[in-house]
């Protein structure tokens, strides 16, 4: 499934206070909103597969670039990419309906919208996270952001996009993206803010857990995530589940972008928690 596949979404630009949001929003204005919010150097076509199917099902789902990703202009420092700054703008996009909305937050985005949870929770019906965490990542993703830090200082975006590129192809399960893809996910990588790539890199590796503050809000969260996926080990997921008293559910054939590699099983995960909220 091509990560361009964005079906009938339109590009819409949201201004809030001092930041421009790019989305993609599909379905009719008066459906139920859902705000679905990236990862780390991900972007709103991550969602693109998922977009149709939803509105088909009487929701107006919203897919966002966060600030410096893709199409949303970038901030100027490091420490507005901490999950409680950049939580802002989701609580401006929310706060812009007349009823509380669905959230979704995939991977680091997950982080994020655990934030905005916190902090205002009456701007939200329920929360996904998506293959996200409890707190800072670690593993093998950790380890490469590592290696990657100095490379983007002293030789920027351009380097530590070839040099990810050399580390994935010498993985034995690695496979090639059709063209199109390839060429997207470049541009993506490299007309990303670096001020955006370093503050987030930091983040995710640097956040608490919150599960606990999370748990004591009165709201119905689902943690979900694709069986192979590969950055918080799945055992770690569930048992956030079980410290959150929340659902739990587990994507057959997919890692750790289940819009993209099983958009029919994430779509049936998705309204299956929603519909019994």
């Given at each position: ?31 139920r909103p859902v705000l679905l919010v990236p990862g780390y150097t991900g972007s709103k076509e ?146 990303a803010s670096p001020v955006m790539l370093r503050g987030m890199a930091d983040a995710i590796r ?53 819009a993209v590699d099983n958009p029919a099983g994430t779509v049936r995960t998705l309204l299956e ?5």
């Amino acid at each position: 499934m091509s990560q361009l596949h964005t079906g009938s979404a339109r590009r819409v630009d949201l201004e809030l206070p001092g930041q421009c949001i790019a989305t993609l929003q599909a379905g009719h204005p008066e459906g139920r909103p859902v705000l679905l919010v990236p990862g780390y150097t991900g972007s709103k076509e991550d969602f693109g597969p998922i977009l149709d199917p939803l509105a088909d099902a009487g929701l107006s789902p919203i897919a966002i670039d966060l600030p410096g990703q893709l199409d949303s202009p970038g901030l100027p420092k490091l420490a507005d990419y901490a999950p409680d700054r950049l939580a802002d703008c989701i609580r401006g996009i929310a706060a812009r309906f007349s009823r509380p909305v669905l959230l979704l937050g995939h991977s680091f985005g997950g982080l994020v919208a655990r934030a905005a949870v916190l902090t205002e929770p009456e701007l939200f019906d329920s929360l996904v996270l998506l293959c996200s965490g409890p707190a800072g990542i670690g593993g093998l993703r950790r380890a490469t952001m590592d290696r990657m830090d100095p490379v983007l200082e002293s030789a920027g975006l351009p380097a530590v996009y070839a040099a990810l590129q050399d580390i994935w192809r010498g993985d034995p399960s690695y496979v090639s993206p059709p063209p199109d893809v390839a060429a997207f996910l470049e541009r993506r990588f490299l007309t990303a803010s670096p001020v955006m790539l370093r503050g987030m890199a930091d983040a995710i590796r640097s956040e608490p857990d919150r599960v606990a503050e999370l748990a004591a809000v009165p709201i119905p969260v689902l943690v979900a995530h694709g069986v192979d996926d590969d950055a918080w080990p799945p055992p770690v997921q569930r048992e956030m589940a079980e410290r959150l008293g929340a659902r739990y559910a587990v994507i057959a054939d997919a890692a750790h972008s289940p819009a993209v590699d099983n958009p029919a099983g994430t779509v049936r995960t998705l309204l299956e928690f929603w519909r019994a909220d």
